[in-house]
C-alpha cells in the first residue's frame, strides 16, 4: 500500500488495494477459451507451459472451526449428491504481490511480502447447473492458521490478524484460513496478480462497466463520468482496485462494485465473439494461462480445460455473487468480523444448496446434453494430447428443482447479485473518502474538482 493510500483520515478499513473480478473471468478464459485451440499440439504444449504451480497444502496443522486438529490435507470432504458427483470449490486470490517491473508500475508501490488483495471462494454445485460467488472482504479479523510456506520455508504460528494477511505464507496458508474461517471444503487455488488483471481485461477487448455518478478516486486513479464505459489494461484495474470511490469507502464497497464488473464479463465472454474467434480465443487462452498460479491439481491445461468446460455449463442466471456478512471488529472499528447471518451461507455452500433467487431450473435432458458433448470435447482434447481416450462418463444430468420467487434466508445482509443482472451499475459514495489538495471530500466532488485530470476511460 502506498504512503498515499494510507493518508485518508479514519480510513482503517478502507486500507488496501486489489483487483479480483478478473479472478473468476480467468477461470473463464483458463478454461473454456482454451479449448478452442487444444486441438493443436504446439498451441497446447506452449499455453501448458505457461502454467505456474504451488502446493495445495501447507506443512503444519490448523484447527478447523468445528474444532480438532487436522495435518495439511484437512481441506475438508465434498458430500456427494444422489447420484455420486460432487461439488466443487475453488479459492480465487488476488495477490498484492510486486514481482516484477511491470507490477512495480502497475501497483503504485513495491516492497517485500504479498496480501490476498482479493479472496472469493466460487462454489460449482454437483451437478453444475449453478454457482455461488463469495467475496471474503480483506478486513476480515480472525485467528489465522499456523502455517510453513513450502516454497520459502517462512512459518508463522498464527495470531489474531487481517485473514489477507496469511498469503504472506504462501497461497496454501490462505487457503487454510478460509477453511478454518468458514468451514467449507476447498479443492483448488487460483491466484492471479496485477499484471494479470490487465493482461486477461486486454485479451476479452475490454469490459463494460456503469457508475452511477461521477467519481475520481486519487488513490487507485479512477476517473470516470457517470454512465457506461468500456474498461480494459490499466483502466480495468483501477476500477477494481478502488475502495474510496463507492459505497462507504471501505473494502466491502469495493466488493459490490467488483460484483458489477465479473457479471459484465460473464456476459461479455458468453455473448461476444470470443469462443468463435480462433484469434481472440488464443489471445486469451495465452493471457490466461500466463497470469495464473494454481494448486497442482489444477496444473495442466487439460485440467483447465475441464474446469473451464464445468463453469462453462451454469447459465448466467444461475451464478449468485455475493459478499460474506460482517460487522464491525468490537476491537477496531475499521475492521469486520464474521456474522452470526454467514453461517446460513456457508451452510448452503457445504451442503451444496442453489442460492440463485429466481429463474428457471435447468432440466434434466438439458443436463444430459451438457455432459455428452463435455465427453466429446475432452476426447477431442485427449487425442491432441497423445494421451488416451477417456471412458465414457456417465451421465450428468442435473434435476430439476422449482423456481425461487424470492432470496433465501442465507443471502440476508449479503448484497447478493444474479450473474445476467447486466445493468447493473457500480453506486458512487457520498462520504469524505478522498482528498484533493489536502481538503476531504466525496468522490463525487473531487471528480469536479479535478477538471485538470484526464478521465480514465471515455
Not at 500500500?1 to 479480483?20: L, N, Q, T, W, Y
Not at 496458508?173 to 491466484?191: N, Q, Y
Request: glycine fraction near 10%; include cysteine; charge should be negative.
Amino acid at each position: 500500500m502506498s504512503d498515499a493510500e494510507s493518508a485518508v483520515p479514519g480510513d482503517g478499513k478502507r486500507r488496501d488495494g486489489r483487483r479480483k473480478a478478473s479472478r473468476v473471468l480467468s477461470f473463464a478464459a483458463a478454461g473454456v477459451l482454451v479449448v478452442g485451440v487444444a486441438g493443436f499440439g504446439y498451441a497446447y504444449e506452449r499455453l501448458n507451459s505457461n502454467i505456474r504451480t504451488a502446493s495445495l497444502y501447507t506443512d503444519t496443522p490448523h484447527v478447523t472451526q468445528a474444532g480438532g486438529s487436522q495435518r495439511n490435507s484437512g481441506l475438508g470432504t465434498e458430500k456427494p449428491d444422489a447420484f455420486g458427483h460432487t461439488p466443487l470449490n475453488i479459492l480465487l486470490i488476488g495477490s498484492d504481490t510486486r514481482s516484477s517491473a511491470a507490477d512495480c508500475r502497475i501497483g503504485g508501490d513495491c516492497g517485500p511480502g504479498a496480501n490476498a488483495d482479493v479472496e472469493m471462494l466460487v462454489h460449482l454445485s454437483a451437478d453444475r447447473s449453478n454457482a455461488t460467488v463469495m467475496s471474503i472482504p480483506r478486513d476480515t479479523m480472525m485467528d489465522t492458521p499456523a502455517c510453513t510456506d513450502p516454497q520459502s520455508g517462512d512459518h508463522t504460528s498464527g495470531s489474531y490478524s487481517q485473514i489477507n494477511s496469511a498469503l504472506q505464507y504462501g497461497p496454501a496458508c490462505s487457503v487454510a484460513a478460509v477453511h478454518k474461517l468458514t468451514g467449507i471444503p476447498i479443492d483448488h487455488f487460483v491466484m492471479i496478480d496485477f499484471s494479470g488483471v490487465v493482461n486477461m481485461s486486454d485479451a476479452v477487448g475490454g469490459v463494460n462497466v456503469c457508475v452511477d455518478n461521477n467519481v475520481y478516486d486519487p488513490y487507485s486513479g479512477l476517473k470516470l463520468a457517470k454512465g457506461t464505459h468500456t474498461l480494459q489494461g490499466a483502466a480495468a484495474l483501477a476500477f477494481l482496485r478502488t475502495r474510496h470511490g463507492f459505497d462507504d469507502g471501505s473494502d466491502l464497497g469495493r466488493t459490490y462494485a467488483q460484483h458489477v464488473f465479473i457479471t459484465q464479463m460473464i456476459n461479455r465472454i458468453k455473448s461476444a465473439g470470443t469462443l468463435s474467434d480462433p484469434a481472440a480465443l488464443w489471445r486469451l487462452a495465452n493471457a490466461a494461462t500466463k497470469a495464473l498460479t494454481v494448486d497442482t491439481g489444477l496444473g495442466s491445461l487439460a485440467k483447465l480445460i475441464g474446469l473451464g468446460e464445468d463453469l462453462g455449463k451454469v447459465p448466467a442466471d444461475r451464478i449468485t455473487l455475493t459478499t460474506m456478512q460482517t460487522h464491525a471488529d468490537p476491537q477496531d472499528p475499521n475492521r469486520v468480523v464474521v456474522d452470526a447471518k454467514a453461517h446460513q451461507l456457508f451452510d448452503a455452500i457445504i451442503n451444496d444448496r442453489s442460492l440463485t433467487a429466481a429463474g428457471a431450473a435447468p432440466t434434466a435432458s438439458a443436463g444430459a446434453t451438457a455432459s455428452t458433448a463435455s465427453t466429446a470435447t475432452a476426447t477431442a482434447t485427449a487425442a491432441a494430447a497423445g494421451a488416451p481416450a477417456p471412458a465414457p462418463a456417465a451421465t450428468r444430468a442435473a434435476l430439476p428443482s422449482p423456481a425461487r420467487t424470492s432470496a433465501p434466508p442465507a443471502l440476508d445482509g449479503a448484497h447478493a447479485q444474479i450473474g445476467n443482472q447486466v445493468n447493473s451499475c457500480a453506486h458512487v459514495g457520498n462520504q469524505y473518502t478522498v482528498q484533493v489538495n489536502g481538503v476531504g471530500m466525496t468522490p463525487i466532488e473531487a471528480y469536479a474538482a479535478s477538471p485538470g485530470v484526464s478521465d480514465t476511460a471515455p
